[in-house]
């Protein structure tokens, strides 16, 4: 015992005291919240610029409301610029509606607004549109090709950034007959498109938003037309008003007797924290099992695998790598965890601070750590360059990494099949079984249980097989064995000799 | 029995997949004495060495080291000496000593570093880091290494080479020293003037055979002297016929004959004395080198 932790204090000290690690310590955390939010900082150093954009209207009725709808919106632009608020959510002022007497671009701008609100995320993401529009009118008549490739010129030379075609029919609703009244199915028609021209026309929150306030002024403007003068649109429109749905927490009782929904859960709870911890926990396998790869390939290569094999038997050796291993992890964990926690502290982000995730966490995260170790230790007995650790080391990073692509919709749906699915089965589960956890979303017990039962089980089974790669590589000298002999390594009876004849020194 | 042997194998084979590395090794290490293994490359003495560690078990036969039989790792007594680096980079000197010294058993082991840096001059770098040490430095660093739990066996694998004379001296003389002690001293090494030096008893392995074991004597005669040195005097210049001989070559005064059994000795003697005076006569008994190369060319011959 007190070999395996002599072994294992100087594994620790020879992971955690050393420049590489300190650095890596301080650079990891940076390298991930800057890719979270260097968009929304990048947009932040933008400067809002007025885009000007042509629209052609041949029904010559939506031009001039449309333009009002853009004013609406570049005054919101303003108001929230002037709150200084361009990353969080703006409040959800609008939603009460006021009872004053209201006009139809009054409604018009509500429903406009709310859609506003409905992009929240998007905005919160660093994906909103943060530019205020001008609009131009192109005159229908005559409007052909030739026009269409002037504006196209125009846009390319940067005067104008989009134009949009508004068809004249698109005013027409389907005519009444009974077979369409019988079988309404509105949404499967497609209406007559309106074209959106511009450079990025796919991906432009311009063009969503346009698609949106046009819309909404079609439909009013097609029940102004086409509904008897006694139903007020507006009264239609205040009809059709959307009613909101917040997401809301479960119901608790609390320690008055008071039921209460939990905390609502807002962006931060349902998407950045689950984010989050996983990557906690993928910086803390990464920070583990790099530093053992490189280890065992120093007492390999330099032979000081061969004066501690004399001094300790391989199962203390490996034991005690692997407890100092361990060690550094948590160390890891804990400055990770600490730093997060007075960051979000400070951030007046406290309360959503999972406490009832951490012992749940170091549990995944010892057996995690245990798990890959060992492989990175398998491999590192097994070559002789880091080189060619490499090529063997690739499979085991896209197994790594395999949770990376499917967290989300894991975070959407953390009891969907698939979430269960992959959060039983090792080696995915340390990770996403935390992601899950962190959604707050409740898990079954057994669930919880059995994904930790197969843990415990598969990293046993990771660990026995990487000790018996270890076992026969590092005292091999030469090329890296097959992976067809490193299998026959692991299944192959154990008598604790080498196979293979290790290279004698030249 | 056991008490006069340090290490004692007996009947053991070690086969790697189809090669047999050792092959029915009997070995017997009197307690106290320096024990030389030579051999060529991949002869099997890595592999032997390396069973006597515990690093590897062999197949069959049984091996005996400080009296226990068994074992999954060497014992705490033993002391091993790579041939080659073994040694953390980037670990300071002594904090290295400390978690050698450590893993042995050897807790209170701050005195015996001290004493030993000052005893190979290398007290200076206690505070160091391995790499940026050079060779020789590193080398005496190993070796300390492997003698500061106090081994009551220490095994030594190449502990010269890369060393400069004066430093070659001082380990050899810490050596001695050791091995007055009453540590038994196992000394892996190719140079043969080493071993001849070093060595009471010498133990070869070709093949994965035993070809020799034994003391340098008893070595030496059984490969008995089949060279002769000799000069006349200067009044009988021109040597007899001498059908013994089979071979003859001038070297500087004197002329080296070879013969193909050492009893032809006293015939060429007599002959000579019959055709004049003698003024050199000697038996050139074989270094071990010669041995050494005369066994490892027969081998490459079978």
């Given at each position: 015992?007190?070999?395996?932790?002599?072994?294992?204090?100087?594994?620790?000290?020879?992971?955690?005291?050393?420049?590489?690690?300190?650095?890596?310590?301080?650079?990891?955390?940076?390298?991930?919240?800057?890719?979270?939010?260097?968009?929304?900082?990048?947009?932040?150093?933008?400067?809002?610029?007025?885009?000007?954009?042509?629209?052609?209207?041949?029904?010559?009725?939506?031009?001039?409301?449309?333009?009002?709808?853009?004013?609406?919106?570049?005054?919101?632009?303003?108001?929230?610029?002037?709150?200084?608020?361009?990353?969080?959510?703006?409040?959800?002022?609008?939603?009460?509606?006021?009872?004053?007497?209201?006009?139809?671009?009054?409604?018009?701008?509500?429903?406009?607004?709310?859609?506003?609100?409905?992009?929240?995320?998007?905005?919160?993401?660093?994906?909103?549109?943060?530019?205020?529009?001008?609009?131009?009118?192109?005159?229908?008549?005559?409007?052909?090709?030739?026009?269409?490739?002037?504006?196209?010129?125009?846009?390319?030379?940067?005067?104008?950034?989009?134009?949009?075609?508004?068809?004249?029919?698109?005013?027409?609703?389907?005519?009444?007959?009974?077979?369409?009244?019988?079988?309404?199915?509105?949404?499967?028609?497609?209406?007559?498109?309106?074209?959106?021209?511009?450079?990025?026309?796919?991906?432009?929150?311009?063009?969503?938003?346009?698609?949106?306030?046009?819309?909404?002024?079609?439909?009013?403007?097609?029940?102004?037309?086409?509904?008897?003068?006694?139903?007020?649109?507006?009264?239609?429109?205040?009809?059709?008003?959307?009613?909101?749905?917040?997401?809301?927490?479960?119901?608790?009782?609390?320690?008055?007797?008071?039921?209460?929904?939990?905390?609502?859960?807002?962006?931060?709870?349902?998407?950045?924290?689950?984010?989050?911890?996983?990557?906690?926990?993928?910086?803390?396998?990464?920070?583990?099992?790099?530093?053992?790869?490189?280890?065992?390939?120093?007492?390999?290569?330099?032979?000081?695998?061969?004066?501690?094999?004399?001094?300790?038997?391989?199962?203390?050796?490996?034991?005690?790598?692997?407890?100092?291993?361990?060690?550094?992890?948590?160390?890891?964990?804990?400055?990770?965890?600490?730093?997060?926690?007075?960051?979000?502290?400070?951030?007046?982000?406290?309360?959503?601070?999972?406490?009832?995730?951490?012992?749940?966490?170091?549990?995944?995260?010892?057996?995690?750590?245990?798990?890959?170790?060992?492989?990175?230790?398998?491999?590192?007995?097994?070559?002789?360059?880091?080189?060619?650790?490499?090529?063997?080391?690739?499979?085991?990073?896209?197994?790594?990494?395999?949770?990376?692509?499917?967290?989300?919709?894991?975070?959407?749906?953390?009891?969907?099949?698939?979430?269960?699915?992959?959060?039983?089965?090792?080696?995915?589960?340390?990770?996403?079984?935390?992601?899950?956890?962190?959604?707050?979303?409740?898990?079954?017990?057994?669930?919880?249980?059995?994904?930790?039962?197969?843990?415990?089980?598969?990293?046993?089974?990771?660990?026995?097989?990487?000790?018996?790669?270890?076992?026969?590589?590092?005292?091999?000298?030469?090329?890296?064995?097959?992976?067809?002999?490193?299998?026959?390594?692991?299944?192959?009876?154990?008598?604790?000799?080498?196979?293979?004849?290790?290279?004698?020194?030249? | 029995m056991s008490d006069n042997f340090a290490v004692r194998l007996q009947r053991?084979?070690?086969?790697?997949?189809?090669?047999?590395?050792?092959?029915?090794?009997d070995l017997e290490i009197p307690t106290g004495s320096?024990?030389?293994?030579?051999?060529?490359?991949?002869?099997?003495?890595?592999?032997?060495?390396?069973?006597?560690?515990?690093?590897?078990?062999?197949?069959?036969g049984t091996i005996e080291v400080l009296g226990t039989d068994r074992?999954?790792?060497?014992?705490?007594?033993?002391?091993?000496?790579?041939?080659?680096?073994?040694?953390?980079?980037?670990?300071?000197?002594?904090?290295?000593?400390?978690?050698?010294?450590?893993?042995?058993?050897?807790?209170?082991?701050?005195?015996?570093?001290?004493?030993?840096?000052?005893?190979?001059?290398?007290?200076?770098?206690?505070?160091?880091?391995?790499?940026?040490?050079?060779?020789?430095?590193?080398?005496?660093?190993?070796?300390?290494?492997?003698?500061?739990?106090?081994?009551q066996l220490?095994?030594?694998?190449?502990?010269?080479?890369?060393?400069?004379?004066?430093?070659?001296?001082?380990?050899?003389?810490?050596?001695?020293?050791?091995?007055?002690?009453?540590?038994t001293?196992?000394?892996?090494?190719?140079?043969?003037?080493?071993?001849?030096?070093?060595?009471?008893?010498?133990?070869?392995?070709?093949?994965?055979?035993?070809?020799?074991?034994?003391?340098?004597?008893?070595?030496?005669?059984?490969?008995?002297?089949?060279?002769?040195?000799?000069?006349?005097?200067?009044?009988?210049?021109?040597?007899?016929?001498?059908?013994?001989?089979?071979?003859?070559?001038?070297?500087?005064?004197?002329?080296?004959?070879?013969?193909?059994?050492?009893?032809?000795?006293?015939?060429?003697?007599?002959?000579?004395?019959?055709?004049?005076?003698?003024?050199?006569?000697?038996?050139?008994?074989?270094?071990?080198?010669?041995?050494?190369?005369?066994?490892?060319?027969?081998?490459?011959?079978?």
């Amino acid at each position: 015992m007190n070999k395996i932790l002599t072994i294992a204090w100087r594994e620790y000290q020879a992971m955690v005291a050393t420049r590489t690690f300190v650095i890596a310590l301080l650079l990891m955390p940076l390298l991930m919240l800057g890719s979270a939010w260097l968009p929304v900082v990048l947009r932040g150093l933008e400067t809002p610029e007025v885009r000007r954009i042509a629209v052609v209207d041949n029904t010559s009725l939506l031009f001039k409301r449309f333009q009002e709808a853009v004013q609406q919106r570049n005054q919101q632009l303003q108001t929230d610029r002037d709150a200084a608020k361009p990353v969080v959510a703006a409040q959800p002022t609008s939603t009460a509606p006021d009872t004053t007497s209201r006009t139809d671009s009054d409604a018009l701008i509500s429903t406009v607004r709310s859609q506003q609100k409905q992009d929240a995320t998007a905005e919160e993401l660093g994906l909103k549109d943060i530019h205020s529009y001008e609009l131009e009118e192109i005159p229908a008549e005559d409007f052909g090709d030739e026009q269409r490739l002037a504006l196209s010129e125009r846009i390319r030379k940067g005067e104008l950034y989009a134009f949009i075609e508004v068809p004249a029919d698109v005013l027409q609703p389907r005519p009444f007959s009974p077979e369409n009244l019988r079988n309404p199915a509105p949404d499967l028609i497609q209406l007559p498109a309106m074209k959106w021209v511009a450079e990025d026309a796919a991906l432009s929150d311009a063009r969503r938003w346009s698609e949106a306030a046009m819309n909404q002024l079609i439909r009013s403007q097609r029940l102004s037309s086409s509904v008897s003068p006694i139903v007020l649109p507006t009264v239609l429109l205040e009809l059709e008003r959307r009613a909101a749905m917040e997401g809301n927490g479960l119901y608790i009782r609390d320690e008055s007797g008071k039921i209460t929904s939990e905390a609502k859960p807002d962006e931060i709870t349902s998407l950045l924290l689950p984010m989050i911890i996983m990557m906690l926990m993928f910086m803390v396998i990464m920070m583990s099992a790099q530093p053992m790869l490189e280890s065992v390939l120093e007492e390999k290569t330099l032979r000081i695998a061969e004066v501690l094999l004399g001094a300790a038997s391989a199962r203390e050796l490996m034991t005690g790598k692997l407890l100092g291993n361990v060690a550094g992890s948590l160390t890891v964990f804990v400055v990770y965890g600490s730093g997060g926690a007075f960051m979000a502290m400070h951030q007046g982000y406290g309360s959503h601070i999972p406490l009832q995730l951490i012992p749940w966490f170091v549990v995944y995260q010892i057996l995690a750590v245990l798990l890959y170790s060992s492989v990175f230790m398998g491999i590192a007995a097994s070559v002789t360059q880091l080189r060619e650790a490499q090529t063997l080391l690739l499979p085991v990073w896209m197994v790594v990494l395999l949770p990376m692509f499917v967290w989300f919709n894991i975070v959407r749906e953390p009891n969907s099949a698939l979430a269960t699915a992959i959060s039983m089965f090792p080696p995915s589960t340390p990770m996403v079984m935390t992601l899950r956890m962190a959604t707050g979303a409740t898990i079954p017990l057994w669930q919880s249980l059995l994904s930790l039962v197969m843990t415990v089980f598969g990293t046993w089974l990771g660990v026995i097989a990487a000790a018996r790669i270890y076992r026969q590589g590092i005292l091999r000298q030469g090329k890296p064995p097959r992976l067809t002999e490193m299998l026959i390594w692991i299944f192959r009876r154990q008598d604790g000799s080498p196979v293979q004849q290790t290279k004698s020194r030249p | 029995m056991s008490d006069n042997f340090a290490v004692r194998l007996q009947r053991v084979t070690k086969t790697f997949g189809e090669t047999a590395a050792v092959r029915d090794l009997d070995l017997e290490i009197p307690t106290g004495s320096v024990y030389g293994f030579i051999g060529p490359n991949g002869s099997g003495k890595t592999t032997t060495i390396r069973m006597i560690l515990r690093i590897f078990q062999p197949d069959s036969g049984t091996i005996e080291v400080l009296g226990t039989d068994r074992g999954d790792c060497a014992d705490s007594r033993v002391g091993y000496l790579p041939e080659e680096r073994g040694l953390y980079r980037r670990m300071k000197v002594r904090e290295l000593l400390r978690y050698y010294a450590r893993l042995k058993g050897f807790r209170n082991c701050d005195p015996e570093i001290e004493f030993w840096l000052q005893r190979l001059g290398a007290a200076d770098w206690s505070a160091r880091r391995i790499e940026s040490l050079s060779k020789g430095m590193s080398q005496k660093i190993q070796f300390i290494s492997a003698v500061v739990a106090r081994p009551q066996l220490l095994i030594l694998d190449e502990p010269f080479s890369g060393l400069d004379p004066v430093n070659l001296e001082l380990l050899r003389e810490a050596i001695l020293e050791i091995r007055s002690r009453g540590t038994t001293i196992i000394f892996s090494t190719h140079e043969m003037d080493v071993a001849e030096r070093m060595c009471e008893r010498v133990f070869m392995i070709h093949r994965g055979r035993k070809v020799l074991d034994g003391t340098l004597d008893q070595i030496r005669s059984r490969y008995p002297a089949n060279e002769l040195r000799l000069r006349m005097s200067a009044e009988t210049p021109e040597l007899p016929v001498l059908p013994e001989a089979t071979r003859l070559e001038k070297r500087g005064q004197y002329t080296h004959c070879t013969v193909s059994d050492h009893t032809h000795a006293q015939r060429i003697l007599q002959r000579l004395m019959a055709s004049g005076q003698v003024e050199h006569f000697e038996l050139l008994r074989p270094s071990l080198h010669d041995i050494f190369v005369r066994i490892a060319n027969e081998g490459a011959v079978s």
